[in-house]
């Protein structure tokens, strides 16, 4: 069993990484939470909450956020809990999401490490050619 992954973001973040690894691996097998400045944070917190609630595989799910500490983040560990069935991964981008899709038949806690490593490795700072 493959763990259910989960995106939570700023909108509209998570369905654009999303629509963007679609394009580059084919339909990947997620669902994705928006949280909006122009509406109430609880309306998206009851969104994360819902999608959390969805029938999962034994596997657990897998959420990736995009900032530590930011609303998306905060709203999906108020959302969580104490359930141990959910890793969650701050920093969220493309690199992370394509890692975490091309080994989605991982264990929960090895995917969880793979996006936290792909999202380390994919920050660098670059120097153009001379």
């Known amino acids: 069993m493959t763990p259910r992954l989960l995106l939570v973001a700023h909108a509209p973040l998570a369905s654009a990484l999303a629509a963007a690894?679609?394009?580059i691996l084919g339909p990947p097998t997620l669902s994705t939470v928006a949280i909006d400045f122009d509406n109430d944070r609880e309306d998206g917190g009851c969104e994360i909450v819902s999608a959390l609630a969805?029938?999962?595989a034994q596997a657990g799910t897998l959420v990736l956020v995009d900032v530590a500490g930011a609303s998306p983040c905060?709203?999906?560990?108020?959302?969580?809990?104490d359930r141990r069935d959910i890793e969650i991964v701050a920093g969220l981008g493309l690199a992370m999401l394509l890692r975490v899709y091309n080994?989605?038949?991982?264990d929960l806690a090895t995917l969880?490490?793979?996006?936290?490593e792909a999202g380390s490795?994919?920050?660098?700072?670059?120097t153009p050619p001379i």
């Open 112 to 116: 969880a490490t793979l996006a936290a």
């Open 121 to 126: 490795r994919s920050t660098a700072r670059l």
């Open 74 to 81: 905060n709203s999906v560990l108020r959302a969580v809990g």
């Open 21 to 23: 690894a679609q394009t």
């Open 103 to 106: 080994y989605h038949n991982r």
């Open 54 to 56: 969805e029938p999962s």
